[in-house]
């Protein structure tokens, strides 16, 4: 089993669509998770951080289950410019320091 | 402005020649990472370092070699020794200090062997 997974892709939304992206990871002490984007032939920017509580950035609502190692990315009101990869990211702590571990990336296309 | 840069963005080598990639960041960032992506797939990490003069292999390190001789350079070399170099490589750094910090990256460096 990999260690972060994330739904195969791709998603084609038209432009207003709401759209889910699920994530899962298999390390329990995981401590730490993000929201990557990525565009074509560019380095991944993070999108936004995931908290326990869940957190909301405008059109954006990242959820976390620890019990079910469940993450996931709602974009309401899809935009053309939401079109890219959007890549998982758990962070743990190996016996050297920190590592970050990424999902395969799923992508989104929004078209018009 | 703070940010981590990586040269060339382009680099073409030819089969059995070493080459090494440029890794800089003004952050004071502690911990620097290396990843490989290839086309459709996700990153993986070759090398990390938490601190200067240490650093670990990742999940593909063979073929690889790096140093950490300053806190603000880490340098990734591809050797003759990597089966199929063709890539696109990514650096990457975090502080180590505020354990829930994301990661930075660079623009990366697209490597092509001819």
């Known amino acids: 089993r990999k260690e972060v997974e994330q739904d195969p892709g791709p998603f084609n939304v038209p432009e207003g669509a709401t759209v889910a992206f699920n994530c899962t990871y298999s390390?329990?002490?995981?401590?730490?998770f993000f929201w990557y984007r990525q565009d074509c032939r560019k380095e991944p920017k993070l999108l936004m951080s995931?908290?326990?509580s869940g957190n909301e950035d405008g059109r954006f609502t990242a959820q976390l289950n620890r019990a079910s190692q469940y993450i996931s990315l709602l974009i309401r009101d899809s935009k053309l410019s939401d079109s890219a990869t959007y890549l998982c990211v758990v962070n743990s702590r190996d016996n050297y320091g920190q590592n970050f571990v990424f999902g395969p990336g799923t992508r989104l296309s929004v078209l018009p | 402005d703070g940010g981590i840069t990586q040269s060339p963005k382009y680099l073409f080598r030819k089969e059995g020649q070493n080459v090494t990639l440029s890794c800089e960041q003004n952050?004071?960032?502690?911990?620097m990472y290396w990843y490989r992506q290839d086309p459709g797939q996700g990153l993986r990490l070759i090398y990390y370092?938490?601190?200067?003069?240490?650093?670990q292999k990742g999940d593909i390190a063979e073929g690889y070699s790096v140093s950490r001789e300053k806190k603000e350079s880490f340098p990734l070399t591809v050797t003759s020794a990597q089966k199929n170099p063709t890539a696109f490589y990514l650096c990457a750094s975090t502080p180590t200090r505020v354990y829930y910090n994301e990661q930075f990256f660079g623009p990366g460096t697209r490597l092509t062997v001819l």
């Open positions: 995931v908290y326990s």
């Open positions: 370092s938490q601190i200067v003069n240490d650093f």
């Open positions: 390390n329990s002490a995981s401590q730490s």
């Open positions: 952050l004071n960032h502690d911990a």
